[in-house]
Every structure is written in C-alpha cells, then in structure tokens.
C-alpha cells in the first residue's frame, strides 16, 4: 500500500475516532476527567471529573435541587415548589441558590471556575448502575422562580428550558437542542448516595455575565436522549462548604502525544505488514 493511502487511512481513523468521542464525555472510570467545549461559554469552558470515593456528607455539601423520575428526569432549583421532576421538600434539598454561595476554585489550568457537586443514585444491578447526563443549562437571574417551559426530552435532541420575563441571562448551554452528547456516569463507583460522583467546574468568567444574586442550575438526565435510562434514586447537586478542592487534570499535550504515538504505531504497524507481503 502507498506511503500516502497508509497516512489517509491512518488520518481517518483518528479522525473517526475523535467524532465517536466528542459524542459523550465517559466519566465510567475511577478519576476520570475531561476539559469539554460548550454550546454557551465556548472552548475550553468546563471541567467534568470523576469524584474518587470519599465521604461529601452531612455537614460538606448543601445540596439545592434532587430530581427523580425513572425513565427521563429533569428539574431545576427553586423554593418556590417543586416543577418537573423535583423532590419534595421545598427549601430543604430544592431551593434557590445564591451566587454568593457558589465556591470558586482554580485548577491546575491557572483559570477560577466556579464548582458544582453531582451525585447520582442508580440501581446496582448490572448496566443500570451507568446514567446519561444529557443538558446542563445554568442562569443568573434577578428573581427566584418557577415559570420554566417545560421543556420534552426527546430521542435525536437534547431538551432545553427557557423562563419568561425578566429574562434571566443563560451563562452556560452544554449542548444546543441539535447536540445530542452526553456525559456517562456510573453509580457503583462510589460508596452510595451522599458520597458524590462528579465535580462540574464551569469558567467563573461566564458568571460575570447578566445580573442577579439567583443562580439556577438546569439538568436532564435519562433515555431519552441519552443513552442510559435513570433508574432507581434521586440525582441531587449541591456546592461544598469550605471548599479547597484542587483538580489536577491529565495535561493535555501529553494526551495529544500519546493519541499521536498510537497512530504512527498503527501506521508502522501496516508498513511491516505490507513489506512482509
């Protein structure tokens, strides 16, 4: 075969594969992360890492919004009452939160982001421990409030809220309704509800955008879109308290060289085959 047909092949191979994983972020392995790029905020603006087990409870975290439902869940904090998919009781695990009450942390990157805090409760038998993260929107808004529209998850889309007048700002879109990745997590990773799975940090420039003391977090998890139905427990967001938290992802030049290294492995790999024939 060609020198220039081994390196098209070689190229379309990378390149397939960086499509097949620009789908979803896997988060399915212990100490996992990924930079990721969003649909509102742009390159480079969140972080998304796997929590390694450890204790996040009572007293650590303050949560501010659970949601379930099997199937498709969504909701979004607000005391105001429980829409969607939101967990009673109002004001103790749903409720509003402040900007003010956001802690913001800065990862080995040298940029501030602000830090959110997932865990997520699925079923432990089998493929039901893994869950699809779907959408994550985030606001600021002036008012706290509850007149969302309601937004359908549906297969081949990703569901996007919206609220009424005064329009809050949307500071963070992770995908547009056209987008359908997801972020896969797994359950069994971690010792059980309260002990956290995933830290999202999100560029603390974005929340300089807009106005208001109210910052509304927005989440849709399940099939449909995503690929893996919730199915047992409440997903539940909080911030930690006194937080000092360091992330410390992989760099990525030395992603780029490892990914490089195995395509002209591969591409070695094929030369000798070609002359041994």
Do not use: C
Not at 38 to 59: E, K, R, W
Not at 109 to 127: A, C, I, M
Not at 202 to 224: A, H, K, M, T, W
């Amino acid at each position: 075969m060609p020198k220039k047909t081994l390196f098209a092949a070689a190229t379309l191979l990378l390149l397939s594969s960086l499509k097949a994983r620009a789908a979803y972020i896997d988060l399915t392995t212990a100490g996992s992360s990924s930079y990721g790029d969003a649909a509102i905020g742009g390159a480079n603006s969140f972080f998304v890492q796997q929590i390694s087990p450890q204790s996040t409870g009572t007293g650590v975290i303050d949560p501010f919004v659970r949601i379930q439902k099997t199937g498709a869940e969504q909701g979004y904090n607000t005391s105001l009452g429980a829409p969607l998919d939101d967990k009673k009781p109002v004001d103790q695990y749903t409720r509003a939160l402040l900007l003010s009450d956001v802690p913001i942390v800065t990862l080995s990157d040298g940029h501030p982001y602000r830090q959110f805090l997932l865990d997520v409760n699925e079923d432990t038998g089998g493929s039901d421990e893994l869950l699809s993260l779907n959408q994550i929107q985030i606001f600021r808004s002036t008012i706290d409030r509850t007149d969302d529209n309601n937004p359908n998850p549906t297969a081949g889309s990703s569901p996007l809220i919206a609220f009424g007048s005064p329009t809050p700002t949307e500071i963070f879109r992770f995908n547009d309704s056209t987008d359908v990745r997801e972020i896969l997590l797994d359950y069994s990773l971690n010792s059980g509800s309260g002990s956290g799975d995933m830290f999202l940090y999100v560029r603390n420039e974005q929340f300089s955008l807009g106005s208001g003391d109210y910052v509304i977090l927005y989440s849709q998890f399940g099939d449909p879109p995503g690929g893996r139905s919730s199915s047992d427990g409440f997903e539940e967001w909080s911030v930690l308290q006194g937080n000092t938290t360091q992330a410390v992802p992989a760099p990525p030049a030395f992603l780029l060289m490892g990914l490089g290294a195995g395509i002209m492995g591969f591409v070695a790999r094929r030369r000798r085959e070609v002359v041994a024939a």
